[in-house]
């Protein structure tokens, strides 16, 4: 998808790829590279400061809910010897996140320290602020969710996830009596394949997730996954939705 090329094309499932930002005309004519044009310069800003500070709770301030994710950030930040420095940073694009309106600039980011990827969104939190989402970048970065789905003994835990409902799950590989679909889950900003995970139908239901999912749409969700019996092999987990705690990333 080419960055800013509308608010249909920056649907939350999908990452930007760079590209040409446009003429001025085109701009003007296109929400979604207004905002380009926007948040291109102020998230590189917020990115460069957030690294320039020499601090965790320095840092912190460039981060949404800071008192929250300082002790996360003080956690991560242990796997270092000191704390990293910026070697470039590049735009992606704009995205808008539909539950919440907000529209929030997708940067990769690099660091001295290192050869990984920092994926990063610096999200327009009010009009003329922008900040750093601490809670998806690490989610990405320690790839918490496939850490999760590799572990039947994992306790249930809360992700941010881009869902999709697929198709009825093949009965040879239902682990439940009854129709069971399948379940597409993506952390945002991944460009790795979706993991598929199965749901009951009456679980489907009672968590709103039949509604909230319709005509294949693909939305960001705060779910709790967790690590359930099978109904026919007791002695054998699967991973599921356990709880639908909200919608939007925000």
Same mark, same amino acid.
């Given at each position: 998808?080419?960055? @800013?090329?509308?608010?249909?094309? @920056?649907?939350? &499932?999908?990452?930007?790829?760079?590209?040409?930002?446009? !003429?001025?005309?085109? @701009?003007?004519?296109?929400?979604?590279?207004?905002?380009? &044009?926007? %948040?291109?310069?102020?998230?590189?800003?917020?990115?460069?400061?957030?690294?320039?500070?020499? /601090?965790?709770?320095?840092? &912190?301030?460039?981060?949404?809910?800071?008192?929250?994710?300082?002790?996360?950030?003080?956690?991560?930040?242990?796997?270092?010897?000191?704390?990293? !420095?910026?070697?470039?940073?590049?735009? $992606?694009?704009?995205?808008?996140?539909?539950?919440? /309106?907000?529209?929030?600039?997708?940067?990769?980011?690099? =660091?001295?320290?290192?050869?990984?990827?920092? $994926?990063?969104?610096?999200?327009?939190?009010?009009? /003329?602020?922008?900040? %750093?989402?601490?809670?998806?970048?690490?989610?990405?970065?320690?790839?918490?969710?496939?850490?999760?789905?590799?572990?039947?003994?994992?306790?249930?835990? =809360?992700?941010? %996830?881009?869902?999709?409902?697929? +198709?009825?799950?093949?009965?040879?590989?239902?682990?439940?009596?009854?129709?069971?679909?399948?379940?597409?889950?993506?952390?945002?900003?991944? !460009?790795?394949?979706?993991?598929?995970?199965?749901?009951?139908?009456?679980?489907?239901?009672?968590?709103? %997730?039949?509604?909230?999912?319709?005509?294949?749409?693909?939305?960001? /969700?705060?779910?709790?996954?967790?690590?359930?019996?099978? +109904?026919?092999?007791?002695?054998?987990?699967?991973?599921?939705? !356990?709880?639908?705690?909200?919608?939007?990333?925000?």
């Amino acid at each position: 998808m080419n960055p @800013a090329a509308g608010e249909q094309a @920056a649907a939350p &499932a999908v990452l930007p790829e760079g590209g040409e930002s446009g !003429t001025d005309e085109a @701009a003007s004519d296109n929400p979604g590279k207004r905002m380009a &044009a926007i %948040l291109e310069p102020i998230g590189t800003e917020v990115i460069e400061s957030f690294y320039k500070a020499e /601090g965790i709770d320095e840092r &912190a301030s460039f981060v949404i809910d800071p008192s929250e994710n300082q002790p996360k950030m003080e956690a991560y930040y242990r796997r270092y010897q000191s704390l990293p !420095t910026l070697r470039k940073v590049s735009f $992606r694009g704009p995205m808008r996140d539909a539950a919440s /309106g907000r529209w929030f600039g997708v940067f990769d980011v690099f =660091e001295n320290e290192n050869e990984e990827v920092h $994926r990063w969104c610096v999200v327009q939190v009010r009009p /003329g602020e922008m900040k %750093l989402d601490w809670v998806i970048y690490q989610q990405l970065i320690d790839e918490s969710l496939d850490r999760f789905l590799a572990d039947p003994a994992a306790p249930p835990k =809360e992700f941010r %996830l881009v869902i999709r409902k697929g +198709d009825e799950a093949p009965s040879d590989q239902n682990p439940w009596p009854g129709t069971t679909w399948e379940l597409q889950l993506s952390p945002p900003l991944d !460009t790795a394949a979706p993991r598929i995970l199965q749901v009951k139908d009456s679980e489907l239901q009672s968590l709103g %997730l039949d509604q909230a999912l319709i005509g294949g749409n693909a939305r960001i /969700g705060r779910v709790e996954l967790s690590w359930v019996p099978s +109904d026919l092999e007791p002695l054998t987990r699967v991973p599921t939705v !356990t709880k639908v705690l909200g919608w939007g990333a925000w």
